[in-house]
């Protein structure tokens, strides 16, 4: 059986949310967003840097967000989550789903190190503005694709589970602006999801 490590608030969101989209079993080890859970030497074993999403699929253990969904897809179900290589649709849907961790997360990053995880006295405000332009910056593109569309690549696909996510934290920290209605409508659809609501929720 599958068994997906997991913390609230956190990428393993994506992984439960695919799985529940998928309707596969699983197992969920639910840990706190804490050091003590996500430092711990028996986390650290299954990831080094202490962090999540991690699943483990018999002796196969992997880490890597992007990776975990593309190899749930290969080994187990696709769902039709995502496009035959010679579909006309597969390379802007690798586009989308690696635009999430290359060009969205690394500015949602400083924001919530800047804004949450850092005490009060060490935030540096020059870098939270930097990142919060940055990030603005990043979704433009986003919005601007999703014209006319529901979901990133027209259907619903495993991109979304990536991007969708990392829009839907970015529209949490108050990056998504009015002025970006697709973007605002797409994450209110993905937000609709029941998977996504469960995996968001847990
Ligand atoms: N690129 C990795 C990022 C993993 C990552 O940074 N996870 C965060 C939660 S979203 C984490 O575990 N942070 C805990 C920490 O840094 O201590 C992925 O996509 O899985």
């Known amino acids: ?53 991690v699943l483990d699929d018999g002796d196969v253990s992997i880490y890597e967000s992007g990776a975990i969904v593309e190899y749930i897809l290969a080994r187990h179900e696709d769902g039709g989550l995502k496009p035959k290589v010679d579909s006309p649709l597969f390379p802007e849907y690798l ?15 400083t924001i919530v190190v800047q ?22 910056k990043a ?15 027209g259907d619903f696909s495993a ?10 934290m970015s529209n949490r920290l108050g990056c998504v602006t009015d002025d970006m209605t697709n973007l605002k409508d797409y994450v209110a659809r993905v937000a609709a999801r029941p998977a996504f609501d469960k995996a968001i929720n847990t």
């Open 95 to 109: 586009q989308w789903f690696h635009y999430c961790e290359g060009m969205v997360m690394p500015p949602v990053n």
């Open 139 to 153: 979704l433009a593109p986003v919005n601007e694709a999703l014209e006319g569309r529901e979901y990133l690549i």
């Open 1 to 53: 059986m599958l068994k997906l490590h997991f913390a609230p608030n956190s990428r393993a969101s994506r992984i439960m949310w695919l799985l529940e989209e998928l309707k596969l079993p699983y197992e969920l080890n639910r840990m706190d967003f804490s050091p003590q859970d996500l430092k711990s030497d028996e986390h650290r074993a299954r990831h080094p840097l202490g962090r999540v999403p």
């Open 159 to 168: 991109a979304d589970i990536m991007l969708g996510h990392a829009c839907f």
């Open 115 to 136: 804004t949450i995880l850092l005490p009060p006295d060490r935030r540096d405000e020059t870098a939270l503005g930097q990142a919060q332009k940055l990030l603005t």
